[in-house]
């Protein structure tokens, strides 16, 4: 009966796939989270001549960050009595749904795509943005200064660095002639990898986009020593986990961006490697950025807000602009 439906439905048949698809990516999503706090914590210890998570869940202590959820989901849920109640609440959804929205269009092979639409880049940016009303939102609901101080330093630093963002892809843009990502990793195919025809821009995109994630050195919104943790220093339990689900599901999609549109996606750096799935070559090229991101954490003390915001707008988008008229002149003479 249910295969007869099936057969009967292709619409539904295609929604079931999907589904489960999605379903399946999900999982995988939340797993890379799980681990990929774990694997953040290994590699600090490491870098630092500590050991790291070692007591719960065996040997190499895999099941911390497991605990460590469960113990976040059954902590007690407060809301401070002078607080904004509904903006409150609602915070920690705004910063979390786009972190998932922009991995729609994000193409981690030839075959796996939620939505393949034209302009893959530009919906990228314009969704992730909307993560900084859910910041902002959530530091003036809390009603306490250090959250609000937080929540303006993340809208200041996040607008800031999407300019220098935004303007170091035009140059990608230029050579690809197309805001759709599986074009742009088709024209690498052609040519070459962008982060070897446009460094400068690879350079660019990078540091924006640690700024753009939070971390350090550009993590001001949530500087410890300053503002008591910023703009989330009152939520609790399953509120404060969305808001750290967020920046690691971010860290998740910034790496697959960069992967895809600076280093060739799913493509083999060279073509009789191409009996390797595309898959391989994506998750390779993907870690090596994750661990990069993870490398300057440890790596690099936090700058003050005036270096930060300096570094922003007198070194970063002046060099951005300056690549563009370079890939203006890469693409008039050489395509």
């Known amino acids: 009966m249910i295969e007869g439906l099936l057969q009967s439905s292709p619409g539904l048949t295609n929604f079931l796939i999907f589904f489960g698809l999605g379903t399946a990516f999900l999982l995988a999503l939340l797993g890379f989270v799980t681990y990929g706090i774990l694997a953040e914590r290994k590699v600090m210890g490491f870098m630092q001549g500590r050991i790291g998570p070692n007591q719960v869940g065996g040997k190499w202590g895999l099941l911390q960050t497991v ?99 935004v303007m170091s892809v035009i140059g990608v843009i230029l050579l690809s002639g197309s805001l759709n990502l599986n074009d742009i990793v088709a024209a690498q195919g052609d040519t070459m990898w962008f982060i070897l025809l446009q460094p400068v821009a690879f350079i660019v995109f990078f540091i924006a986009a640690i700024a753009e994630l939070n971390r350090t050195p550009f993590d001001l919104p949530e500087a410890e020593s300053e503002l008591v943790a910023g703009f989330h220093v009152e939520y609790s339990g399953f509120r404060w ?55 300057i954490r440890y790596t690099f003390p936090r700058l003050r807000a005036d270096q930060l915001m300096e570094f922003g707008w007198k070194v970063l988008l002046p060099i951005a602009l300056v690549n563009i008229f370079f890939a203006a002149l890469i693409k008039e003479l050489f395509f």
């Open 241 to 295: 986990a969305f808001f750290m689900l967020a920046e690691y599901v971010y860290l998740f999609a910034m790496s697959a961006l960069i992967t895809v549109i600076f280093l060739g996606g799913w493509l083999p750096p060279f073509e009789f490697l191409s009996f390797i799935p595309g898959a391989v070559w994506f998750s390779i090229k993907f870690m090596v950025i994750v661990f990069l991101l993870m490398w």
């Open 67 to 165: 605990a460590d959820v469960v113990k976040l989901l059954l902590k007690e849920d407060t809301i401070p009595k002078e607080a904004d109640r509904p903006l409150f609440i609602l915070a920690p959804v705004i910063a979390f749904a786009p972190a998932f929205m922009v991995l729609a269009t994000i193409p981690f092979t030839d075959a796996f795509q939620f939505a393949d639409i034209g302009v893959g880049l530009l919906y990228y940016i314009a969704v992730s943005g909307i993560t900084t009303i859910g910041i902002v939102t959530g530091g003036w609901a809390s009603n306490n200064k250090y959250a609000l101080m937080g929540g303006m330093r993340a809208a200041a630093q996040m607008i800031s660095y999407e300019i220098p963002l």
